[in-house]
């Protein structure tokens, strides 16, 4: 018998290939070296017609301080993805698209990058921009207050409240 059958359920479908943790931080990595070169690497790199080796060239020649990030080992993805037919036109969606696209290379495709890319960014939006700014307790003091405490402590008598440890050692009530 195992000790945590949580981990044993399993899940429908086919088991993931990358951590999406893993894809969207690489995207984000992606995107800040990309966008620094993109201004002199987008002319030579979108006029890359069918050659990896013009890719390399590219970006040897106009983004040197990226380029052991990106070739030989992406060269081939990034002219597939350039060349794609759903490549934007204009400059910044540009390098989203290809930042996206090449940051589940080689274990996923393209395609499948940029939906985990999406996916992972809905569900950061998604999150409340919200914070806790204050805890409020229930409390019944020895002074014969019972209501919200305030900062910590009985409103009437500034008796503080105890701290988990005291509690947990029972020291409090004894």
């Not at 195992?2 to 359920?9: G, I």
């Not at 805890?135 to 105890?162: H, L, R």
Request: proline residues 7%; glycine residues 4%; charged residues 30%.
């Amino acid at each position: 018998m195992k000790l945590d059958a949580y981990s044993e359920k399993r899940r429908r479908g086919r088991p993931p290939k990358v951590r999406a943790s893993e894809v969207i931080g690489r995207a984000e990595n992606y995107r800040m070296m990309l966008a620094r070169v993109w201004a002199r690497l987008r002319g030579p790199l979108l006029a890359a017609e069918n050659k990896i080796e013009d890719v390399i060239r590219a970006f040897e020649n106009y983004a040197q301080s990226c380029a052991q990030d990106f070739v030989p080992r992406l060269a081939a993805d990034i002219l597939e993805v350039v060349h794609e037919p759903k490549f934007p036109k204009r400059a910044v969606p540009q390098v989203n698209f290809l930042a996206d696209s090449l940051a589940g290379r080689p274990n996923v495709e393209p395609r499948t990058s940029r939906d985990i890319c999406a996916k992972e960014r809905a569900k950061e939006h998604a999150k409340s921009p919200h914070r806790i700014l204050r805890k409020e307790f229930y409390i019944v003091c020895s002074c014969a207050y019972k209501g919200p405490a305030q900062n910590d402590a009985c409103p009437k008598c500034g008796a503080q409240i105890s701290r988990l440890p005291q509690i947990l050692l029972g020291t409090m009530f004894s």
